[in-house]
């Protein structure tokens, strides 16, 4: 528990936070905003004081009987323990695999930021589409000329769905 505890005080949560979504942020801040909580309650919990003065009782009640009894159960009680080792298995079990879901997302989001960055690249380097030639089209898109061909052949001059999405562009003369 010491070794979870110190783990816990060496993440640096500030990092942490800012490379996550922002509902998983509330979420995580949630939960330690609670287990702060719950620690300050453990700990004040600890710190009071658990003896009870039987004696005062005696001289309050008449029935020093009952004194004697709640002394007698008080003594013998023993709080109950629990075996809470299925529960800490289990939430480790959750916890490796939102831990691997988080790696492979991690992996995914590289792929992701290479691909980006590569793109960006093209399109600083690509050239503006006034200086651009059907050659340079149809070397960037090779099954564009079979296909502009074949139309040619068939006598067909408009590309189908053109005029519909776009509009029929005239000149006014």
Do not use: C
């Not at 380097?125 to 090779?142: C, E, G």
């Amino acid at each position: 528990m010491a070794a979870v505890r110190a783990a816990a005080k060496k993440i640096d949560w500030s990092a942490v936070t800012t490379k996550l979504k922002p509902e998983t942020v509330a979420s995580l801040n949630a939960f330690r905003r609670r287990q702060q909580e719950l620690q300050k309650t453990v700990q004040e919990l600890k710190d009071h004081q658990t003896s009870i003065d039987f004696d005062a009782y005696r001289r309050v009640l008449s029935n020093k009987g009952i004194v004697d009894e709640a002394q007698k159960a008080f003594a013998a009680f023993k709080p109950a323990t629990y075996d809470v080792t299925e529960q800490v298995r289990i939430i480790e079990q959750h916890e490796a695999k939102a831990v691997a879901a988080a790696e492979k997302t991690t992996q995914k989001i590289q792929v992701e930021l290479k691909e980006l960055d590569t793109l960006l690249k093209n399109i600083e380097t690509a050239r503006p589409l006034d200086q651009l030639t059907v050659d340079d089209i149809a070397a960037a898109i090779p099954e564009l000329d079979p296909t502009v061909e074949k139309m040619v052949k068939r006598g067909q001059w408009k590309v189908p769905g053109y005029y519909e999405r776009f509009g029929e562009y005239k000149v006014g003369f």
